[in-house]
């Protein structure tokens, strides 16, 4: 069964290229020029994945992962223009799992659908082939977290994480007590090569932070140990 993916793009010609790219790959394309058009969608169908442009005209980009990322766990990757690292910080910060500057290549963009869709669809997988014995769980000061389930409880509420979060969420606790450098932590949850100016370990960190509740100078579960890595004190 084809995956459903989201498009959207308030130039034709970019959203049309984007489309005839997944197309090609055996995907569904639901393809919308505003935002406004592709909440609708959001709400109506059930979608794997969505590509979202960062200008579109009747709301931004980032407004609308953010949007999504209230009732959905799928993939979301930015389309910008700009490439300042603070766009990019931004939109990794509210949600998105990838990022791509125009003018890019269309073959390299359906290569990240293909990372992105695999590692959603592991995830998945995971929950619903949960065993019925005991599993692996760890808990921190009221924050509970089970590979089983693929839940995530915070003082009993639960805590809505993407794939990704939950990756680094269960890295650390695993590691409980170590200070884990972002480098091993990007390797081992995104499985590509770090490179020093990424900023994209930091950016999913304050995330994570931010559905935690935590305080930003004063962080009771992710600690930083600056110019190290990040930490959860035994």
Request: hydrophobic share 40%.
């Amino acid at each position: 069964m084809a995956e459903h993916i989201m498009v959207v793009d308030d130039e034709a010609a970019i959203a049309d290229l984007v489309e005839v790219y997944l197309r090609n790959e055996g995907y569904a394309v639901h393809k919308f020029y505003c935002a406004a058009d592709a909440l609708a969608c959001a709400e109506s169908t059930s979608l794997d994945m969505a590509i979202l442009d960062v200008m579109l005209p009747d709301m931004d980009g980032f407004t609308l992962c953010q949007a999504l990322r209230k009732t959905h766990l799928w993939p979301i990757i930015m389309l910008t223009a700009k490439v300042e690292d603070m766009d990019k910080i931004m939109g990794l910060t509210l949600g998105a799992d990838d990022y791509i500057t125009k003018p890019f290549n269309p073959l390299e963009l359906v290569a990240r659908v293909k990372t992105q869709l695999r590692r959603y669809t592991r995830y998945n997988a995971k929950q619903e082939a949960a065993p019925a014995q005991p599993a692996a769980e760890h808990e921190v000061n009221g924050l509970f977290i089970s590979k089983a389930t693929h839940k995530c409880t915070l003082y009993g509420q639960e805590v809505g994480l993407t794939p990704l979060e939950f990756s680094i969420l269960w890295y650390l606790c695993e590691r409980r007590g170590r200070v884990v450098s972002s480098e091993e932590l990007f390797e081992a949850v995104w499985g590509e090569k770090y490179f020093d100016s990424n900023n994209t370990v930091m950016s999913h960190i304050a995330r994570l932070r931010e559905k935690l509740h935590e305080q930003s100078k004063k962080p009771k579960f992710i600690k930083t140990v600056w110019g190290v890595g990040y930490t959860i004190e035994q």
